[in-house]
């Protein structure tokens, strides 16, 4: 379904030429929950950017269901078919949650559709949907919007970035709940998380450590978590308390 | 009753969602002249001497009623100005529904300058809407300068939303309200310039009474080469709640200015103010970009959140 040709991604800031990524290579197959783990600033976000869109490799080549999707703009790769969870969900004032899913799903959504979205990430509908997606939302509550906004579009590849990043524990918990939910229903489409949590890391079908740029290791699940277990690179619940 | 013609009935639809007589009091003024008015059991219209304007005297105790006074000039070279003054009965719970569309397609300016005072009642509720917008492909400008006074005894609620969207080339506003006791103000204003546009908005609330309140919300934005100044005060002279907000969106080479000013002559006064300006934040359009919009599709969707 989707397929990295050897990515780079270079920058230049005052610390000179950085290379973020080093000839990133791997593919992503139909129906599969895959998820990139591996330390903080390795380069896991600018792999989800480069996918949907938000940056330009320097080289190399992106392909989605056999094509060449590398010089697409982020609103022709959303419309094939690839949705984008930010790590850091935005706010927007005047926008309400329903436009959201509206904008997300496409098409006018009625109202109990809009809400079965709402109910799917453990958000009491009723209370939401007629919200602003403004700073009156805890972290939590944009985050499982965020969510639901993925979950609308129906994509054939949601890419998921940190999706626990800025949660609580105790939405943690429903969170994973809805990851585990996603990958029992999963069809025609496939899943890419970034995360360290090994709550989501015990979900995946497929995992690629991604550590100073370049792959490390990449296999199933089985040969792969064993390893990483008590690392930074699967994380237990009371670390992630420790890190709140 | 003089006739209403299609460019008349589009602009009344823009200012006053009117597509046709509607229920209740209400007065059409087009071209300068009253075109058309009715006033009920309970709510009384009648014009001032020479023209310049309407009395609406609403009877105590009227509830649920609502009052239409929309105005459209389609004339080139048209420029009035109209005293309305609206005397709201105490108890009352009341809508009126205000607007101005000018069509100039012209050489020569249009101007209509509106001033509207209120004087609610005791324990009166009022919602006041107002609606501006311009159009035509004349080079002759179009302008709206509207002056509201709102002056409010004990215990009395006000909600005045003021909107002006598009096709208005020139703007002074000037609204000016003083609470009694336990009185209550809401202002919302929205504002979009585009253009090489000029709107100034200008509001003084006087916070007289004990336990009075005032919360004024301005959103606005600028495109283009307009520019747009917000100066709002509130002056607590009791104690009493005040807040006022001035949140702005600029584009291309839109120009916005904020004066915020609070002023405490009482111990007891609290009084906030909040102000931002900035542009549209480039992770908002990427977010939307993500949902499946281009990005002009995404700006769109911004702005008019922005200015609901």
Not at chain 1, 126 to 136: A, L, T
Not at chain 2, 175 to 193: C, P, Q
Request: with cysteine; glycine share 10%; hydrophobic share 40%.
């Amino acid at each position: 379904m989707l397929e990295l040709q050897h990515v780079s991604f270079h920058v230049h800031d005052d610390a000179g030429h950085v290379e973020i990524l080093k000839d990133v290579s791997f593919k992503v197959p139909e129906r599969c929950f895959v998820v990139i783990t591996g330390p903080n600033g390795g380069g896991k976000s600018t792999i989800a950017k480069i996918i949907s869109g938000v940056q330009k490799p320097t080289d190399g080549r992106i392909l989605f269901n056999g094509q060449d999707i590398t010089d697409m703009s982020i609103t022709e790769r959303a419309k094939l078919g690839i949705s984008y969870a930010l790590q850091q969900p935005v706010r927007f004032k005047g926008i309400e949650v329903i436009d959201l899913l509206r904008i997300a799903a496409g098409k006018p959504l009625s109202v109990s559709a809009s809400c079965d979205y709402l109910s799917r990430v453990g958000l009491c509908a009723r209370d939401y949907i007629y919200r602003e997606v403004n700073s009156s939302l805890s972290g939590g509550e944009l985050k499982r919007i965020e969510i639901a906004t993925v979950l609308a579009r129906g994509s054939q590849l949601s890419v998921f970035d940190e999706p626990e990043a800025g949660i609580d524990l105790w939405s943690f918990q429903n969170l994973i709940r809805v990851f585990e939910s996603m990958r029992e229903s999963i069809q025609d489409s496939s899943i890419l998380v970034i995360s360290h949590q090994e709550r989501i890391l015990e979900i995946a079908d497929e995992i690629i450590v991604v550590a100073d740029g370049q792959i490390s290791q990449a296999g199933p699940r089985e040969d792969i978590l064993p390893g990483l277990i008590g690392t930074s690179s699967a994380l237990g619940s009371c670390d992630m308390l420790e890190r709140n | 009753m003089a006739q209403i013609d299609t460019i008349q009935q589009r602009m009344l639809m823009e200012v006053a969602d009117l597509h046709e007589i509607p229920e209740g009091a209400f007065n059409i003024r087009a071209n300068g002249v009253s075109t058309a008015r009715r006033s009920t059991a309970h709510i009384e219209i009648t014009s001032k001497p020479e023209g310049a304007g309407i009395d609406v005297r609403i009877a105590p105790g009227t509830k649920n009623e609502s009052v239409h006074i929309p105005v459209v000039l389609s004339m080139s070279g048209l420029q009035e100005t109209v005293y309305n003054d609206f005397f709201i009965g105490e108890d009352s719970d009341v809508l009126i529904v205000a607007g101005c569309g000018i069509h100039n397609s012209g050489a020569e300016d249009s101007e209509h300058d509106g001033i509207h005072r209120f004087y609610v009642g005791k324990n009166a509720r009022v919602r006041y809407v107002e609606k501006h917008y311009g159009e035509g492909d004349g080079t002759g400008k179009r302008i709206l300068n509207p002056g509201t006074e709102v002056y409010m005894e004990e215990g009395s609620w006000a909600e005045m939303e003021m909107v002006q969207i598009r096709g208005v080339d020139s703007t002074e506003r000037m609204t000016k309200a003083v609470l009694a006791e336990g009185a209550h103000l809401v202002i919302k204003e929205r504002l979009m310039t585009h253009g090489e546009q000029h709107a100034v908005s200008t509001i003084r609330a006087e916070l007289n009474g004990k336990d009075s309140s005032a919360d004024i919300v301005s959103r606005s934005v600028a495109r283009d080469r307009s520019f747009q100044k917000f100066d709002a005060c509130i002056t607590g002279n009791a104690p009493c709640h005040g807040h006022t907000e001035c949140d702005s969106i600029i584009m291309d080479e839109g120009r916005i200015l904020a004066v915020p000013q609070l002023e405490a002559n009482d111990l007891n006064a609290e009084l906030i103010h909040e102000a931002a300006i900035g542009k549209i934040a480039g992770d908002q359009l990427i977010k939307l970009m993500t949902l499946g919009l281009t990005e002009s599709e995404a700006e769109e969707q911004i702005i008019s959140g922005f200015l609901k």
